[in-house]
C-alpha cells in the first residue's frame, strides 16, 4: 500500500507545469507507418447533455494527458493533443511499450496516473520537469498507464481511420487481448444512454472527468470535431494567462488575467483568476517574470477596475501569451465571466491558440461533475 504524501511532497497546482507548450515542442523520428506523428487526433465538441440515438458509443472522458502512442519496431513515440513529443517525460510507458508483441501500430489514447484508487493529474503535471533524474523517480514511484480507446493503425501496419468506428472499435479488442500490459488498458464504453446519464450522476468524482459520445458509423476525423461530443458537469475553462495585476499592498501577483481567442484570432480578456494563498502569490511572479512586457492582449484588454474585482488599482503588467492554465467558473455571459474565478491548474499540454471562445459559449449553463466510471 503507498504512504500519503506529506504536504512537503504533495504537488502544488500553481507551480507544476508552470510551462508554454512550445517549450514542450520538439521533432519526431521518421516511422514505417502510413500516418507519421504529428497527426491531429480527432476532437469533440462540448454539448449540454448526453446525445441519444441508436449510432453513439458512450465512453468515459478521463482526466489526463491526451496521447497518440505510435510503434515501428523499437522505437516508440508518445505524442500529446498540440503535437508534442511526451515520450521523455513517461519513459516507463516507451519500456513498457517495446515489450508489447505488436511490432507496429498507432493507439489513440488518454495518459493518467492512479494512485489510490483515483486518477491524479497533478502527478501528471509534476512529470513535465526538466530534470530526467526525477523523472525517472517519479516514473518508478508513480508510474502512468495509457487508456486505449481507439485504434489508428492496426498491429499489420494498417491504416484503420477510414474505418467506421464500430469496426475500429473490434479491431482494438482483438489488439488489446493480444498485448495486455500495466502499461496499456482497454478504456470501457457502453451503447446503452442511461448506463453513461448514471456515470455523469451517480458516481462520485475521482478522475472521472464526464462523458464523450462518438458516433459508431464514422470514419476517424482528425483535427476534426464533427464525431465526437463531449459532455462536463463542472464547467471549466482553458484560458490564456494575458497578465496580471499586484496585490494593492505587499508587492505581490495578486490576479491572474485570463483572455480567449476569438474567431479572427485575437485574444480577449475574458476575466480574472485570484483565488491564490499567500505562498502561492510569491511563487507566481516567479513563473511569470519570463514573460512579463509582452504583448497581452490583441483584442479586448482590461481597463479599469471591474466590479467584481477585489483590486483597488485598474492597473496591470501585460505577458506573453505562452502560459495556458485551467480555471473553474459560474457563470460566463457577455463575452466574460462574471465572476472571479478559481485556479485548478497549468496546461503545459494546451497550445495558447486551441483556448478559444467555444469551449464556454456552447457550455455556459451546463452542470457537469467529475465522476469516476467503475
Not at 31 to 47: G, R, Y
Request: hydrophobic letters at 35%; charged letters at 30%; glycine letters at 8%.
Amino acid at each position: 500500500m503507498r504512504t500519503k504524501k506529506s504536504a512537503k511532497n504533495r504537488p502544488d497546482p500553481v507551480t507544476e507545469g508552470a510551462v508554454p507548450a512550445e517549450e514542450l515542442q520538439g521533432s519526431f523520428p521518421p516511422l514505417d507507418l502510413p500516418i507519421q506523428p504529428p497527426f491531429p487526433p480527432m476532437e469533440a465538441k462540448s454539448v449540454e447533455k448526453i446525445p441519444a440515438g441508436g449510432n453513439y458509443q458512450y465512453e468515459p472522458k478521463w482526466d489526463g494527458f491526451r496521447c497518440l502512442v505510435f510503434r515501428d519496431g523499437d522505437t516508440v513515440v508518445l505524442q500529446s493533443k498540440a503535437g508534442q513529443p511526451l515520450a521523455r517525460y513517461f519513459p516507463e510507458l516507451v519500456e513498457e511499450i517495446r515489450n508489447l508483441a505488436a511490432r507496429r501500430f498507432v493507439i489513440d489514447g488518454e495518459i493518467v496516473i492512479e494512485r489510490n484508487g483515483e486518477l491524479r493529474f497533478d502527478d501528471l503535471l509534476m512529470r513535465i520537469h526538466p530534470a530526467e533524474s526525477r523523472i525517472r523517480k517519479l516514473s518508478s514511484e508513480t508510474p502512468a498507464t495509457v487508456l486505449a480507446f481507439d485504434i489508428l493503425v492496426d498491429d499489420e501496419g494498417k491504416a484503420l481511420i477510414g474505418e467506421p468506428l464500430s469496426a475500429r472499435r473490434q479491431a482494438l479488442l482483438k489488439f488489446c487481448a493480444h498485448n495486455s500490459s500495466s502499461a496499456l488498458r482497454l478504456s470501457p464504453v457502453t451503447l446503452e444512454r442511461a448506463v453513461a446519464e448514471r456515470w455523469l450522476k451517480d458516481l462520485s468524482a475521482s478522475g472521472f472527468d464526464g462523458v464523450i459520445a462518438k458516433q459508431t458509423d464514422c470514419s476517424y476525423a482528425s483535427g476534426e470535431r464533427t464525431a465526437m461530443q463531449k459532455i462536463k458537469r463542472i464547467r471549466t475553462a482553458d484560458c490564456v494567462v494575458g497578465g496580471f495585476r499586484w496585490t494593492s499592498k505587499g508587492g505581490e501577483v495578486g490576479s491572474l488575467l485570463l483572455g480567449l481567442y476569438d474567431d479572427s484570432g485575437l485574444l480577449q480578456h475574458i476575466g480574472y483568476t485570484s483565488s491564490f494563498k499567500a505562498e502561492e502569490r510569491k511563487e507566481l511572479e516567479k513563473i511569470l517574470s519570463p514573460y512579463m512586457g509582452g504583448s497581452g492582449f490583441s483584442g479586448n484588454a482590461p481597463g479599469g477596475p471591474s466590479r467584481w474585482s477585489t483590486e483597488r488599482t485598474g492597473e496591470w503588467e501585460r505577458l506573453e501569451p505562452k502560459l495556458v492554465c485551467e480555471v473553474r467558473y459560474d457563470h460566463f455571459s457577455g463575452g466574460r465571466f462574471r465572476h472571479g474565478t478559481k485556479f485548478l491548474r497549468w496546461r503545459p499540454d494546451k497550445e495558447p491558440k486551441a483556448c478559444t471562445f467555444e469551449q464556454v459559449e456552447r457550455r455556459a449553463n451546463v452542470s457537469v461533475a467529475r465522476l469516476f466510471a467503475a
